[in-house]
């Protein structure tokens, strides 16, 4: 089993930037896909970045690229969201997700999700 724990959530102005950080226990995540997602009300939760520990690829929604970057830390087993230049539109719920294999970086594909933490982001 993987827990994730994430944090870093808050409240920004547009314009603004937040660091969000999963730390993982439970097991090493090394050879793991890790992503993040973000889910508002009434919406599917949407892909964020991921990357595959192990391959060194990387993917981010086109959304966010050029703003958001997606890090590691070995030492620390922890997974990090630099989110930089934040909207409103950048506002719901953040998730972080672990998978043993997730070719296409979707949802159903990971196995292990953190809990969540809220960005939210004033205009």
């Known amino acids: 089993q993987v827990q994730l724990v994430e944090s870093g959530g808050g409240l920004v102005q547009a314009g603004g930037s937040l660091r969000l950080s999963c730390a993982a226990s439970g097991r090493t995540v090394s050879n793991y896909v890790m992503a993040w997602f973000r889910q508002a009300p009434g919406k599917e939760r949407e892909r964020v970045a991921a990357f595959s520990w192990s391959g060194g690829s990387t993917y981010y929604a086109d959304s966010v690229k050029g703003r958001f970057t997606i890090s590691r830390d070995n030492a620390k087993n922890t997974v990090y969201l630099q989110m930089n230049s934040l909207k409103p539109e950048d506002t719901p719920v953040y998730y972080c997700?672990?998978?043993?294999?997730?070719?296409?970086?979707?949802?159903?594909?990971?196995?292990?999700w953190g809990r969540g933490t809220q960005v939210t982001v004033s205009s």
């Open positions: 997700a672990a998978a043993t294999e997730a070719r296409y970086y979707e949802a159903g594909e990971f196995d292990y």
